[in-house]
């Protein structure tokens, strides 16, 4: 399969100065994937009988081949835990000035951001004087780019209009359309992130980039600056939780940006489609291919960090006991919570959500194909 980033990863990486090897063996990675058939293992076409080798997939976020199944189940996953009620949409974002911070520090930032936003919600809700207060529950996503794919560090948090009661005991709904004051919200979350980077940068876990004078004159400024959590309250149409969740599936499994968006390679340019925020009007911005690259670079996160976090009663620990809870509390028995069927069915999952079937056969596109196992000696 042909992809215009491979091209440009192939043409560029050799002479990128500046990548650590973590990021070097993940470019790596993705220009052998697919390159290597997994052994003993065909896949065989039921009318036509075509034999091809299966290859191995990198598996890796950031390339353009991989992931599709990844990205289907996942999206099936939240859907069968999604509760009978409306959900929100929170986006949570920081002001620009920290943001050279960030990208010296992507791990220990990225932490910090998850547990600044998580301990000012759960405690908004717990502490909050309305009637729709109690524990929360919710998720977030990470997502560190823009259009432009410039360094844009983000996140995305699906939560449902309820939470439970301090006994568990009731489900509290909150307004149908306002879950939180906004303002208190984003200045709790302000005041907890800049207390824990304050906290960091005093145990010396911070260096200072050069385009920050003074850290902790720009802390101290930062306080005095209004910051916007945005709260998207649930609607008729695009904000329902299936499309929050669709919507969220594309940064999950996915880069910063795929070969669709890729309007054309000339002349050493890449011409990168976007859609411009202010007019709503689709651009064309162009890029050098190393330009390109190194924009994609900065959004390889650190080895092993988890981009999806889950809080409150959708913990892991937790998490299917509680929702049940949450579903019988809303008015559906044990009896009639059935358990999600096919969540590991790929070539289903991508009919229900894709309309595709990739079980037709490439070669006649008449048969289906289907997966054979050889022994060691077999042929």
Request: aromatic letters at 8%; hydrophobic letters at 35%; charged letters at 25%.
């Amino acid at each position: 399969m042909e992809s215009k980033i491979l091209e440009i990863i192939e043409r560029n990486i050799p002479t990128i100065t500046g990548l650590s090897g973590y990021e070097r063996s993940t470019f790596m990675k993705i220009l052998n994937c697919r390159s290597e058939p997994v052994p003993h293992l065909y896949s065989c076409c039921d009318s036509c009988g075509k034999v091809h080798p299966v290859y191995k997939s990198c598996k890796n976020r950031m390339c353009p081949l991989c992931n599709g199944a990844g990205t289907v189940k996942w999206i099936a996953k939240r859907e069968s835990e999604l509760l009978p009620t409306s959900y929100f949409l929170l986006t949570y974002t920081i002001p620009s000035e920290l943001r050279p911070l960030f990208l010296a520090h992507k791990k220990l930032c990225y932490h910090l951001l998850f547990q600044a936003m998580s301990q000012t919600l759960l405690k908004g809700i717990e502490n909050n004087k309305r009637s729709f207060h109690g524990k929360a529950g919710f998720f977030a996503v990470l997502h560190t780019w823009d259009q432009r794919l410039n360094f844009h560090p983000h996140l995305h948090v699906v939560i449902p209009s309820g939470c439970l009661s301090d006994d568990k005991t009731a489900w509290n709904p909150s307004h149908p359309a306002f879950l939180l004051p906004v303002r208190k919200l984003s200045a709790a979350f302000r005041d907890t992130l800049l207390f824990l980077l304050s906290k960091e940068e005093r145990t010396g876990a911070l260096t200072i980039p050069e385009k920050i004078e003074d850290l902790k004159l720009l802390l101290e400024h930062l306080k005095q600056v209004p910051w916007v959590v945005h709260s998207q309250a649930p609607g008729d149409r695009k904000n329902k939780p299936q499309h929050m969740i669709r919507y969220l599936s594309r940064y999950v499994n996915k880069t910063a940006v795929s070969d669709k968006r890729i309007r054309k390679l000339e002349n050493g340019n890449v011409h990168l489609n976007s859609i411009d925020r202010k007019s709503k009007t689709p651009k064309v911005e162009i890029l050098s291919e190393e330009l390109f690259l190194r924009r994609l670079i900065l959004h390889i996160l650190p080895k092993g960090f988890k981009k999806i976090r889950f809080y409150g009663f959708m913990a892991n620990r937790c998490r299917k006991s509680m929702l049940s809870l949450c579903r019988m509390l809303l008015g559906i028995p044990l009896s009639e919570q059935e358990e999600s069927e096919n969540l590991d069915d790929t070539a289903f999952l991508f009919w229900k959500y894709f309309q595709v079937d990739i079980t037709l056969c490439p070669a006649c596109g008449k048969g289906h194909i289907s997966f054979v196992k050889t022994s060691a000696g077999g042929g």
